[in-house]
């Protein structure tokens, strides 16, 4: 008796599991014409350089992107700064662009591709980061103790933002001499928008010279920097560069 009720207690369940196991092959068979029908494309970005300077262009390529069972028919680039790319042709999918502030950039690639069953086109997206850096030209800033002409006076000052991503600054600086005779000095500095010196150097330049000024030192915060040349003695001009890195904000 007990084990007739465990037949009659089985039956209906068996009949379930073959009902359902005809079922998932049915659909297991649909699944594997439309997988191969609907296989997502593969996007590549490709970019020809990690970091560069404001207004130097980047060249990103995403002509290596590649679809397994079809073709690419849309590439759609967003270089994080606002601006977008989007083309059909792939003579067009590597493309140049250029930032005009400093930054870590996250750029996206989309692709898709041409599959027509219902669901339309498959796409993928990709992402890289790139870094863009800042280069200030100074000068030729001129200053003079005793201003004796309206091209320079006493102090030049030169502020420069950074955001949270710039790290560190480099200043390279060629100070000439511009008094016909004696020496002149100039004092160098950078400071931060609460009055925080980073950078202090007194320089001498005596007759007939020039001295060159190098610093690299790291922005630790957002705000308004400013480099400021200040005459101590006669009268000198600086021209050079002041070059701002900005990184992913983890060092
Ligand atoms: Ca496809």
């Not at 092959?25 to 350089?49: F, H, K, M, Q």
């Not at 140049?96 to 690639?109: I, W």
């Not at 989309?110 to 086109?121: L, N």
């Not at 705000?223 to 003695?233: D, H, M, P, Q, Y």
């Amino acid at each position: 008796m007990v084990g007739r009720n465990k037949d009659k207690r089985l039956l209906p369940l068996v009949a379930v599991a073959i009902f359902t196991m005809a079922a998932l092959s049915g659909c297991l068979g649909e699944d594997d014409a439309d997988s191969i029908e609907s296989t997502a494309p593969r996007a590549v970005l490709e970019v020809d350089r990690e970091s560069r300077f404001a207004g130097e262009p980047f060249t990103f390529d995403a002509q290596s992107s590649s679809d397994p069972n079809g073709n690419i028919t849309k590439w759609v680039f967003d270089f994080g700064d606002g601006e977008t790319f989007e083309t059909e042709d792939v003579d067009e999918a590597r493309v140049k662009h250029r930032y005009d502030a400093g930054g870590v950039y996250s750029v996206t690639l989309t692709v898709f591709d041409d599959a027509t069953d219902q669901e339309g086109p498959l796409n993928t997206t990709t992402e890289r980061t790139v870094i863009v850096d800042r280069r200030i030209d100074i000068g030729p800033a001129m200053v003079a103790a005793a201003p004796t002409n309206s091209s320079a006076t006493a102090r030049s000052e030169r502020a420069f933002e950074a955001n949270e991503t710039a790290e560190r600054y480099e200043l390279d600086l060629l100070v000439e001499n511009a008094m016909a005779l004696g020496d002149s000095k100039m004092t160098v500095r950078v400071v931060d928008d609460n009055g925080t010196v980073l950078f202090e150097e007194l320089v001498e330049v005596g007759q007939g010279e020039n001295v060159t000024v190098e610093s690299a030192e790291a922005l630790t915060g957002e705000g308004t920097f400013v480099l400021e040349l200040i005459a101590e003695s006669g009268a000198s001009r600086a021209t050079g560069e002041l070059r701002i890195y900005h990184g992913t904000g983890s060092e």
